[in-house]
Each structure stands twice: as structure tokens, then as C-alpha cells.
Nanobody, 115 residues
Framework: QVQVVESGGGLVQAGGSLRLSCAAS????????IGWYRQAPGKQRELVAT???????YYADSVKGRFTISRDNAKNTVYLQMHSLKPEDTAVYYC?????????WGQGTQVTVSS
């Protein structure tokens, strides 16, 4: 079992920055991939970025060059640093932790970018 808690969301003006945190607890030694997803009102949940246990990263085209995913192993925490935020980045951001074959989700954190 893995427990996932996101934090760091909020309201920011366009062009601003936020850092989201994803804290994992439980059987964290078996984590394969941690990913950030987001879901805007009326839209499907979409993948934003992932970080594998080996350090490989993936970014959606819409956030490349603006978002960075990183981790602090000592804190069992993964971060999503977001710069140059746009109104279209407004969504609930979710962290998913994969411990094959299961996936665990957090409750989400709201990010609102005003124009």
C-alpha cells in the first residue's frame, strides 16, 4: 500500500510559478514510476510528466520547457516545478504512484492561473 498526498496548488497570475509536491508513504521502495496528471473542468485527465525509478523523465508537449519533475528520495517526495504558467494550465493536478501492477492516486491539488 502507498499513500499519496499532493500539496502546493493555488492561485497565480499568468507568467508566474508554482511548485507542487507529492509525498508518498508506505511501500515506497517498490515505486516504479511517479507521474503528474491534470484534469481541467469538462476535460479528460491528461498526463503532464513522469519520473521513473531510474531517473527517466517524460513531459507532455504542452509543458515542455516550462515544467520540471524532480524528486527528493530522503523525503519520498516528488516535485513538479511549474514556470511561465498559462491560463490553460488551470486544472486539478493529481499525483499517481505506480507500484506494479497497482497505481495509487492522491486527492489532487487545484492550480488556477489567472489571465
Amino acid at each position: 500500500q502507498v499513500q499519496v498526498v499532493e500539496s502546493g496548488g493555488g492561485l497565480v497570475q499568468a507568467g508566474g510559478s508554482l511548485r507542487l509536491s507529492c509525498a508518498a508513504s508506505g511501500t515506497t521502495s517498490s515505486i516504479n514510476i511517479i507521474g503528474w496528471y491534470r484534469q481541467a473542468p469538462g476535460k479528460q485527465r491528461e498526463l503532464v510528466a513522469t519520473l521513473s525509478s531510474g531517473g527517466s523523465t517524460y513531459y507532455a508537449d504542452s509543458v515542455k520547457g516550462r515544467f520540471t519533475i524532480s524528486r527528493d528520495n530522503a523525503k519520498n517526495t516528488v516535485y513538479l516545478q511549474m514556470h511561465s504558467l498559462k491560463p490553460e494550465d488551470t486544472a486539478v493536478y493529481y499525483c499517481q504512484v505506480q507500484v506494479a501492477p497497482w497505481a495509487y492516486w492522491g486527492q489532487g491539488t487545484q492550480v488556477t492561473v489567472s489571465s
